[in-house]
């Protein structure tokens, strides 16, 4: 199993350098196979041979479940605005600041309308690469005005998750984006609007303790990290090992917070299958 | 009293002391007037201290393991109390308590998360870190209240949801978020009161409410001052500095537009006089729940649910 693995073969990014020639070709982090990144971006970012799947970021998510050419991004321009004048070994203003450039990303989450099998859906999709998708007063904004359009649309609502928890850096404002969140799901729920929430590897701390575990249907990648206190806080609570695959999508689906375990190929087809069972 | 003196408490106590042993000398001698002159200067050393403590400081008020609990609030400020337990699904969890009282006249739901006073109590009660079914528990009880017409009263006071395998197991993060989810829109008015430690989620799974407050020396934040050291700095040593960035205090709090009101503790912290911040903190919760008891169940949601959304700051 993929998950197993994984954390044994944790390989350093050292190797990775040596292991990737002119970056071309990329290792899988669980079974170690040397894969041709056209090769994996054709697989979507799933590898051949064990099926682990690679942590992807919005673009390549929305270019995966939506019709190509349908999603209208919304607050495009919102970004960071650092109001505690936060300071640890570096300034957030300059961290926001790096990120953006490095990642061309404005935040850890975007938002929009688009379509899944002609089928109009609101969509918002996490990036774990935008400091560790973490949700500060962006994210949960975002989340919360593509919520209001779902409710004001009477659209169908897709969260795709992949986030740290939320960003310490705005302290109590990113503690309350989650109820934030988990209020404007009340009034989408209320109206009878379906909400779709899809994690992926790892959906933890208050993202999964707000929206992420407030679907009508919870869809989880195979192998994702999905829970509250980190794998790591929780070993050292405890003194105790953590058992096998703990925490991991197979076991939260065995402990009955997630209905289906799907394989990113077969995403888009399940989306769109769900919708149409309900609409 | 085993007294828990914390270092910048030292030099008030000591003086109280010194005052202390003085009256008892003070009928065979005439030293009324010193006496009285020293009782003005710990009022202003106290003062001083007080008005400028850092924030790992108040953290550390917050924390004072002789300040009064949820269970000590009850008594103080209720009658009547019956404690309900149990999530009807798992179990009871020993580190949220709740049931109805009155509040002078008025019945309430009061819930909040419980501590211990010593090692003992303090395993019976999980140190005050709730599992799934203590946050289950909470809402089946506001789910009561909502059914009887009860406002809810929630105490905050945790150093954060348990990080455990079992709490895992059973949806904490579930258990948190539906709890955000349904206290956003129950039909009865919520207040909130921080009361001690209000770290992260855990504190927030009982604290979504129409009118939140916090106690003078109390603290509320993502994360606590020495976690988030750990994770940002990548060391324990970074406390204070973690503190002060974090800026977790009531007053910051209040000024963050986060919480609305500030309930003013006794001279030296709750925990040097709890009848007198149990009084208080009664006065005010009445004086708050009566224009929300007169709202219209429409309104008291719709305003409860836009608090909440306006919370944040942001560049567009
Ligand atoms: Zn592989």
Redesign the pocket.
Request: proline residues 0%.
């Given at each position: 199993m993929?998950w197993f693995r994984r954390s044994k073969e944790n390989i350093s990014s050292d190797s990775q350098k040596k292991d990737t020639p002119e970056g071309l070709w990329t290792k899988?982090?669980?079974?170690?196979?040397i894969?041709h990144k056209k090769v994996l971006a054709q697989n979507l970012w799933v590898?051949?041979?064990?099926?682990?799947h690679f942590r992807i970021g919005s673009k390549e998510y929305f270019s995966i479940v939506l019709d190509e050419g349908s999603f209208k991004e919304m607050d495009r321009k919102m970004t960071s605005k650092d109001p505690l004048n936060f300071v640890d070994t570096k300034r957030y203003k300059d961290r926001i600041k790096d990120t953006m450039k490095k990642s061309g990303l404005n935040d850890a989450v975007r938002c929009g309308t688009g379509k899944i099998k002609k089928r109009e859906v609101v969509v918002a999709c996490m990036d774990f690469a935008f400091v560790g998708g973490s949700m500060g007063s962006v994210v949960g904004e975002k989340i919360s005005r593509a919520i209001d359009k779902a409710w004001k649309t009477k659209t169908p609502l897709i969260i795709i998750s992949s986030s740290g928890g939320a960003r310490m850096m705005e302290a109590a404002y990113s503690l309350m984006q989650m109820a934030k969140t988990s209020a404007k799901l009340a009034r989408l729920s209320g109206a009878g609007i379906p909400y779709i929430s899809v994690m992926t590897d790892p959906t933890s701390g208050g993202v999964t303790a707000s929206f992420a575990m407030l679907g009508d249907f919870h869809i989880a990648e195979p192998g994702a990290l999905i829970g509250f206190a980190g794998p790591r806080v929780i070993k050292q609570t405890i003194g105790k090992d953590l058992p096998a695959g703990f925490q991991r999508a197979e076991f939260v689906q065995e402990r009955g917070f997630i209905d289906l375990i799907v394989d990113r190929k077969d995403m888009k087809e399940t989306l769109s299958k769900l919708l149409e069972m309900i609409s | 009293m085993a007294k828990v003196v914390l270092d910048f408490e030292k030099p008030v106590i000591e003086l109280e002391q010194k005052i202390e042993e003085m009256r008892k000398l003070s009928d065979n001698l005439d030293i009324a007037d010193e006496i009285t002159t020293l009782e003005k200067k710990v009022g202003q050393l106290r003062e001083n201290i007080f008005l400028n403590l850092t924030r790992w400081q108040k953290v550390q008020l917050a924390r004072h393991p002789e300040r009064p609990y949820t269970l000590d609030y009850i008594a103080m400020m209720t009658t009547g109390f019956i404690e309900l337990h149990g999530d009807r699904t798992f179990g009871d969890d020993k580190s949220i308590v709740g049931g109805f009282a009155k509040l002078d006249d008025q019945a309430v739901m009061v819930i909040g998360h419980q501590k211990g006073r010593d090692t003992k109590s303090n395993l019976y009660r999980n140190f005050g870190m709730p599992q799934p079914e203590g946050y289950r528990k909470a809402l089946r009880l506001m789910h009561l209240a909502a059914k009887f017409k009860k406002p809810v009263i929630t105490l905050l006071d945790t150093p954060g949801a348990y990080p455990g395998i079992e709490a895992e197991e059973r949806g904490q993060a579930e258990s948190i978020a539906r709890n955000l989810r349904e206290m956003s829109c129950l039909p009865v008015p919520i207040i909130v009161v921080v009361i001690g430690e209000g770290a992260s989620g855990g504190a927030l799974g009982i604290g979504v409410g129409d009118r939140i407050l916090m106690l003078e020396n109390t603290w509320y934040s993502v994360i606590a001052p020495e976690s988030c050291s750990s994770i940002l700095w990548r060391s324990w040593e970074y406390k204070e500095q973690a503190a002060e960035a974090l800026r977790l205090t009531a007053n910051d709090l209040l000024e963050q537009k986060i919480i609305d009101r500030i309930v003013s503790e006794p001279p030296g912290g709750a925990h040097r006089n709890p009848q007198q911040a149990a009084a208080v903190l009664k006065d005010i919760l009445l004086e708050e729940l009566r224009p929300l008891l007169k709202m219209k169940t429409d309104k008291l949601i719709e305003q409860r649910i836009e608090k909440f959304s306006a919370m944040g700051e942001w560049n567009e």
């Open positions: 993929a899988c982090e669980s079974c170690g196979e894969v590898c051949a041979k064990c099926n682990f | -």
